[in-house]
Every structure is written in C-alpha cells, then in structure tokens.
C-alpha cells in the first residue's frame, strides 16, 4: 500500500492536488442551477462542443463521453471494441499492463507485449510482434493497438511516429487507442494537434484528472465504433448521475482557444524542465530525456533515505549503487518548491532575497555557518561526481571547488536582470544571439542561469542603467574573467560561448583590444565544436530531435563572431578569415521566427545574392544576417583601401581599379537587397525606433556608409593629382584632366554626404530617446568628424558650406564626448581628434602659402590597428619641416608625448623635405582619416590569461 503524506513536498504524481480554483469557483456558480443527469446536462453539452471546436471537428466524426477515471477509460475503450477472443498490443512499460491491478484482463481479453523504443511502440516492433501471434485459430486475435501519450516514461510521439503507426494498424486491420491521461503535456511538446488524434485514432481520450479537474477524463470515439458506448460505461458503473460534476470543468478548461487546459500542461512542463537542469547541474545523470512532466533521475542509492526526508517520489528502478527515482510536476507544482535551491545551507538565494527568516526547504540540521573561502556553490555551474552531492530543499546541490570571488549577481532581483537583458537585445544588436523568450522565463521564474553569464551582460549595461543602483561595470566583468579564466579547460557550452563574446565586446570598448581579440577566437572554437557536434547528431541515422531554438543560437552566436571579428581586426596586413561565401554555416533566420521558434528555411551564405528568390527584399527582421554580411564587406574593402595607402607611401601602383569595382560591385549587391525599409535615408531611423529596431536600423547602415567612406577615400586617393593645378581651381573644359577631376569630385561628393549621413542617423535616433552609444558607433563618428573637419578646409565643395561643416564636427565632438562617458576607448579617438582638430586649423590657416610649405604626412602606420602584434613604441627623430601645432608642441615631439595614465599619445608621421611637391587636399584624406591611432591608449601586451594571475 502507497502512503501519500502531504508533507515533505510531494513529486510522487500529478494528482495530488485537488482542482485549479478556476474549475471550483465554476462549480460553485452553477452548484444550485438543477440539471439532468448522465451525461445529458447542458454543461456537459457545452463542454462537448467546446472540445469539439478545439479539435476541428463535428459530431458527424466522433463522440464524445464522460468518465471518471483514467482506468474507467481505458477498460471501457478496449472492451467496447473487441470480442472476446480479441487482444490488445501494448508496450512493456504500457500503463495498463502493470499499473491497473488486471482490469483488463478481467474483461477476458488478453495483453500482449511489444518491446518499445524508449516508451513508445514502433510500426517495425509491432510487425514482429504481429506475425508472432497469427497461429490461428489458437492464439488470442491482435485486434488494437494501445498506446499511451506522453508515455509511462514521459516520451512524446510526434506526428509522423504516429502517423506510421496508424497507417499499419489500418494495413493489418488493426484499432488504435490512445490513453490521454497526459494528453496535455504531450501536445504543448509535440507537432501533434488534436485534429491529428481525430484523423489518425480509433479512439482516444483527454486527462482532466491530472491536469487541473477533481477528475474525469473525455473519451473521444470515431463515430463508427461508437454505437452502445453509453451502454458500456453505465455496464462499468462509470456513468455519474451528477455528471455535470466533469462537464463543468471540461467546459472551462477548453473555454478559450488557447486555453486553462494548455496553460497549466505548459506549467507543469516547466517545473519539470527546471528540475531536469538543475538535477543535470549537480552532476546527477538522467535516465531518460525528459519531454514532459516526468524527470527520471540516476540518484546514488546512499542518498535515497536523505532525500526522502525532503521530498516524495518514486523508486522507478534498481541498479548497481544508484536508483531511479521519478519526479513528476503537475498543474499545481509551487514554483518556490522548484526555484528554491538553497546551495549546501541556509538561506537559499531566494528566501534571503524576500528577506525570510527562515528557509523552509533546507535541511534543519545544517548549521547556519558561513562557508569556508575555498568553496562556492552551483554560481560556477560545475558538475562533480555525484557522491560528493549533499541532497537540499527540492532539489540538490553539489558544492564545488572555484575561485573564492563573491557572486555580484546572487542578490539582485529579477527585475533588473530582465532590464538588463532587454536594453542588451536593444544596445548591441550585432550580437543578438540570446533567445530572449526563453531567458526572460527563466529570470522570471527563478530558473538559475549562469553567473558568469549574466555578470558579463551586466558588465555591458550596467552602465546605462544608473537608476538601478549596480556596481561598477568592471565589478560584474572582473567576476567574469575570474570564472571564465577557471573555466577555460571544460567542454564547451552554449552559455559559455556567449559570455566569451560578450566579454570581448567588453573589453574592446574599455580599451584592452588584445584581451578581446583573446576572448573573441576562444569563441568563435568553442562555437565552431558545438555547431559540428549539432551538425553531426542530426546527420545520423535516428537523430535526436535537435531543439531549433538552441541551433538557431548555435547558428546566431557564430555569425556573432564573424561580425565581432571583423570589428576587431579590420585591416590587418595578416588578417586570416574564411571566405564569407565559403562558410558552410547558414545564415540566421528572421527575428520573429527565432523568438517564436518557428521552422523557415535557410539561406548558406553563397546563396545570398540577388539570383536567391529568399535573398532579396531582406527586411529589418534579418537584420542579423544583413549586418554580418556588411561587416564582411567592410573589413575586406578597409583592408584594401590601406594596402592602397601603404603602397602610395612606398611610391608603387596604387590601387587596383578592378579589385575597387569588385567591391563597390558587392556592396551595391549587399545594399540592393535590402528592402526599402532598412535602407536610409529612404527610411527615417523614427519608424524603426517604433518597432525597438532604432539601433539594428543604425548599424546597417553605419556599416554601409563606412564602407562607401574608405572606398570613396580610396578612389580620391588614386586619382592622379597635377602638380600644375590648384586644389582649389576647377580646370577649364580643354583641360586633359577633366576626366580625373570628375572622379575627385565625385569622389569628395560621396565622402562629405556619407559623413553627414553618420551624423543624421545617430542624432535622429538621439533625438528619439535611442541613443546608439557603442565602441563601433564610436569608430564611425571618429571617422566622419575627419571627413567633417576636411570639409571646414574645403568649404567650397562641401553641401552646405563652411557653416555645416564646421556644425557638423561639433557634432561629431559632443557625440565622441558622450562616448566617453560609456566607452575608455572613446578616450583616444577623442585625444586624436584633438590633435586633428589642430591639425586641420594649420591647414586652413596655410592653404595659401606656397606649395614647398604645406605639409606632407607619411603613410606607412598600420590602419586600424593589428592588435595581434606588439607594435614598437619608439621615439621618433625631430626632423627639418616640423610644424608646430595650435598647441605650440611641435608634430615630430609628439611622437613621443605618453598621457598621464601612462598610454601611448597618437604618432604623427614624419616631415618630408620642404621642396617637395604636395597636394593639401590629399594629405588631409592620407592623415589623420584613420591609421592604427583608432586603437591609441589600447593596452595591447600579452598578460597572461586574465584573472589567473
């Protein structure tokens, strides 16, 4: 005999409990309004064509009957279809073959077994099985088939399991049962639908009782087998007189379309979904997958009688030194019985977070002592062997050994973790990677996620979030070196991949480039290994379902690293990355197919051209995909565009106009297939913020007027210049330079409209309460105030004048300002603007001296900053023709000047001999537009793993 005791927490079954509020208040309502009996009341009738409506069917296909029990449904279901020499097949772990005391077998039909395939029958089992049985007339007749959904171990069939199986019973002549006591569970995780039951089954009935009714499960019967039927359940004694008592409550569980009953399936998945991580946390193994509300769990036999003290459960199975143990959630599941996982001894994070004097879950026998600085609880997420794991609250716990660094995540609520998450989704859209339904769940309900996790995503937007009284960003990102530095040598993980990524975004704003280059290619391996161990199970001959949300994070976090590795690395001489149209990992789907979890196809990045029907029209939903593509554009053409530069400065041919119009070709292919919509200023930036995709919409097209920015710097570069004509005069129509002049001033034209396109994007979003504050922003504006003050110098070819120039740089400073505000490393693109700026006012204040006293500035740097090697810090030789700038330092002592804080000043080139011919507007473009002092102030030695030191 099972004795069910209330308390310690019971996992036993999913009945325990009486029935959801909601249902009784129904039954109060409508306790005195007086009713007929047997099945013929009015809320029965309601309840029938309620479930009717669910399933989209009439009552021309199937009927519809009321009964108390689950074993009431299965025994009248099988013995209303079959003679008495006929037989039902069912599983070996079939539920009424050991779980219903014979009730069949009293009827006078025979069981016979089927081996199942992780609890579920299989058309080719069932083949064998049949033609076992056929020595007629002495064997007992297979006549029906039962199956049980989700089955006695928790599985799922899905649509095309049982759609195979319906087709051989139909082939052999054969009925089809389902037993729905779980139905619910089962279908919030299958592609199953009710209508599919109604195609595909004989017979099959919906579990009230364990999903929210005091009880009464609904037998649904194809209309040709349901002649009698009453007749059968009044035989069984299961036809209630107050049958109202079911039909009430049928009729508000599946009262609206999505209803209570799919709700409370849906809870009672995710209490057990919680209990499967936390169990897999402590280095416990599972038995099976769990699918639904039934977790199996390996537990060590020696803590069988401890965790019997906190919790009830069944002892499913026996093996050597472990048992299985079944934990199973139901509609009622107290979320705080699951969430509270206290971590060796009191209090659990979250009774101290309600600030409850005493944690009612935990053991009472652990002292409330504090614990030793060598150890720390489930925040490093570390499995150890399982005997080493001491039982606590609902769930256990495994202490392990890790950095003694305290947890700045553990005290703050869930709120801010949420708000954090959703200004993440919105601030850094070139690394959208995180599933924000699932997580925001998560956070909400208290399901543990990774520290290290969440402290790298605080570390980034903590700073926009004053009013929440957060630390220090470097206080969240120092808790996340220390856990990732101890964590380097473990197999690789989803959550771990994206902390890599994030950090390095991290690091690269505050001014650590070599740091995040680091965490960036330990990313991109780690992601790389779980895409292949994805790729892998789902090319084997029976996969397991690969969840399509986790691949398409897979899929999301490696095109994250692409993108965060061209930011890091653009134009670097030796830069090595795979061909964008030669990676075999397909593209990211659209935004709202990834939240929902919804199948699309899929592009491969070769197929993203305008000959691709899916390609074209891309709309800011695959803004992921447009922006990785971008920034594959990008890095290559900035990287063309300073080997240009390096070889003018060696006097060699300057740039190949067949590798320009390649990539001018492939950008204007990236732009045109883009929808209207994402491209500006087509598209205000406004219309975009209403939909929250004001940053996504900025990025795009930053990275598109940027690339149009080197290119066109590049093509006015390699016009050839005469030494005969002035900067500043237009030849006359006999000029044989006419033809270059029109490729400089197109040239110019581009380069003066793009950078007012910078500005205008991120001030009308500004203006829009969406500031885009990012280290790449940050880039472009740096990049477009040079343009901007090279405007100021040439007033006369600039749109709008002296006056917009000169309002279009202080934009770009007070923009840079704010920067620094968030960013360290807006502190050296503002330290080089300023000796620009003064730069930039010498040449305005010399464009008329003669030719031998204008300057010359060198082009050999490096552009944008190798940050894989360690670059020389010399101090460069004065030499004849320094000028001095506005600051009266002179340009070749500045070569030498380190600021305050001990990091390197900008490096202005050297002087070249005052004789030499130049031209003003070219020099201006040639420095400072953009050479390796974007990364100035960037600590780029190598220190060792950060956080092991």
């Not at 390996?298 to 069944?314: A, D, K, N, Q, S």
């Amino acid at each position: 005999m099972i004795v069910k005791i209330t308390s310690p927490y019971s996992f036993l079954d999913d009945y325990s409990e009486g029935a959801h509020p909601q249902l009784l208040q129904s039954l109060l309502r409508t306790n005195t309004v007086q009713q007929t009996g047997y099945g013929s009341d009015e809320y029965s009738c309601d309840a029938r064509q309620l479930l009717l409506s669910h399933m989209h069917a009439s009552d021309e296909e199937v009927t519809i009957h009321f009964v108390p029990s689950g074993t009431a449904a299965n025994l009248i279901s099988i013995a209303s279809c079959l003679r008495p020499y006929e037989a039902v097949l069912a599983v070996q772990t079939g539920h009424i073959i050991d779980k219903e005391a014979g009730a069949i077998e009293a009827t006078g039909h025979k069981i016979i077994p089927v081996p199942g395939v992780h609890g579920k029958m299989t058309p080719s089992n069932l083949e064998v099985v049949l033609d076992r049985n056929t020595f007629f007339p002495h064997m007992a007749k297979p006549r029906l088939v039962y199956i049980s959904n989700a089955t006695e171990v928790g599985t799922v069939y899905t649509r095309t399991e049982l759609v195979a199986l319906s087709e051989l019973c139909r082939r052999r002549g054969l009925l089809l049962l389902v037993d729905g006591a779980r139905l619910g569970v089962a279908l919030c995780k299958s592609d199953l639908t009710l209508r599919d039951l109604v195609d595909y089954t004989d017979i099959f009935w919906i579990g009230g009782t364990k999903m929210g009714a005091l009880l009464g499960e609904a037998v649904v019967v194809r209309k040709e087998l349901a002649e009698g039927f009453e007749f059968h359940i009044k035989q069984r004694g299961a036809l209630l007189a107050k049958s109202r008592i079911i039909g009430v409550q049928f009729a508000e569980l599946f009262r609206e379309q999505d209803g209570l009953f799919f709700d409370l399936a849906r809870h009672a998945n995710a209490m057990a979904a919680r209990i499967s991580a936390q169990i897999k946390r402590i280095g416990w193994e599972l038995a099976s997958t769990t699918e639904t509300n039934q977790v199996f769990a390996v537990v060590p036999t020696e803590l069988i009688g401890l965790l019997e003290e906190r919790i009830r459960f069944y002892q499913w199975d026996k093996r050597e030194n472990t048992t299985v143990i079944r934990l199973v959630t139901s509609w009622a599941t107290d979320e705080t019985e699951v969430k509270c996982v206290h971590e060796g001894q009191p209090p659990c994070r979250r009774c101290q977070r309600l600030q409850r004097d005493s944690c009612e879950l935990t053991d009472p026998r652990s002292p409330r002592t504090p614990r030793r600085a060598s150890r720390t609880t489930l925040d490093s997420r570390r499995s150890r062997r399982p005997s080493t794991a001491t039982p606590s609250a609902a769930l256990p716990a495994a202490p392990v050994t890790v950095p003694a660094a305290p947890n700045p995540i553990s005290a703050l609520p869930p709120a801010t973790l949420i708000t954090a998450c959703d200004l993440y989704r919105k601030k850094f859209p070139v690394v959208n990677f995180l599933h924000y339904p699932s997580l925001i769940a998560d956070l909400s309900h208290d399901v543990p996620v990774e520290p290290v996790f969440l402290a790298v995503l605080l570390s980034l937007c903590a700073r926009f979030m004053p009013e929440s009284a957060l630390g220090p960003s470097e206080t969240y990102a120092e808790y996340a070196r220390a856990q990732l530095a101890h964590r380097a040598l473990e197999a690789p993980s989803l959550y771990l991949a994206q902390s890599l990524v994030m950090i390095s975004l991290y690091e690269w704003g505050s001014g650590r480039p070599y740091r995040a280059w680091m965490y960036s290619g330990m990313a991109t391996y780690m992601i790389q290994s779980l895409l292949k161990t994805a790729d892998d199970t789902m090319e084997q001959a029976h996969p397991a379902p690969l969840d399509p949300i986790t691949y398409e994070q897979l899929v999301r976090t490696y095109w994250c690293c692409f993108a965060q590795d061209c930011e890091l690395s653009s134009g670097a001489r030796q830069h090595v990355a795979l061909s964008f149209r030669h990676i075999s990992v397909p593209l990211p789907i659209s935004d709202a197919d990834f939240t929902f979890g919804k199948a699309s196809p899929r592009l491969m990045p070769a197929e993203l051209t305008r000959q691709s029907p899916l390609a074209r029209n891309l709309s800011i939903d695959r803004g992921l995909m447009i922006v990785t593509r971008g920034f594959d554009i990008f890095v290559r053409i900035l990287r063309f565009a300073n080997e240009s530069r390096r070889g003018r400065a060696r006097g060699s041919e300057p740039s190949s106009l067949r590798m320009w119009e390649t990539l001018k070709g492939e950008l204007d292919e990236w732009r045109g297939l883009q929808d209207a919509t994402v491209r500006y200023p087509e598209t205000s930036a406004q219309a975009h913020v209403a939909l929250g995709y004001g940053e996504l919409f900025a990025y795009i097209n930053l990275v598109y007027f940027m690339s149009i920015l080197f290119l066109y710097r590049d093509r006015f570069l390699s016009v050839p210049k005469s030494s005969s004509t002035s900067p500043h005069q237009h030849p006359s129509p006999a000029n044989p330079k006419d033809n270059e002049k029109e490729e400089e001033d197109e040239a110019i034209s581009h380069l003066f409209s793009t950078a007012q396109h910078i500005n205008a994007i991120l001030t009308s979003l500004s203006a829009s309460s969406t500031p885009v504050i990012t280290p790449y922003a940050g880039f472009s504006v740096f990049v477009a105030a040079h343009i901007n003050m090279y405007g100021t110098v040439c007033p006369g070819r600039y749109p709008g004048g002296l006056e917009r120039a000169e309002r279009e740089k202080r934009m770009n400073f007070e923009y840079l300002e704010r920067l620094c505000g968030f960013w360290d490393v807006g502190e050296s693109w503002w330290r080089t603007l300023q000796e620009a700026h003064r730069f930039y006012e010498t040449a305005r204040s010399t464009a008329t001296a003669p030719a031998g006293e204008h300057l010359t500035l060198a082009g050999t740097l490096d552009e944008y900053g190798d940050i894989r090697v360690e670059r020389p810090r010399s101090e460069a030789p004065r030499r004849r023709g320094t000028v001095v700038l506005g600051s009266g330092t002179p340009v070749g002592v500045a070569v030498a000047e380190r600021a305050e804080s001990g990091v390197r000043r900008m490096e202005l080139a050297e002087m070249v001999e005052p004789t030499e011919l130049h031209d003003l507007e070219a020099e201006m473009l040639q420095w400072p537009f953009i050479d390796e002092n974007w990364s100035l102030g960037f600590d780029t030695g190598f220190e060792g793993w950060p956080g092991l030191g």
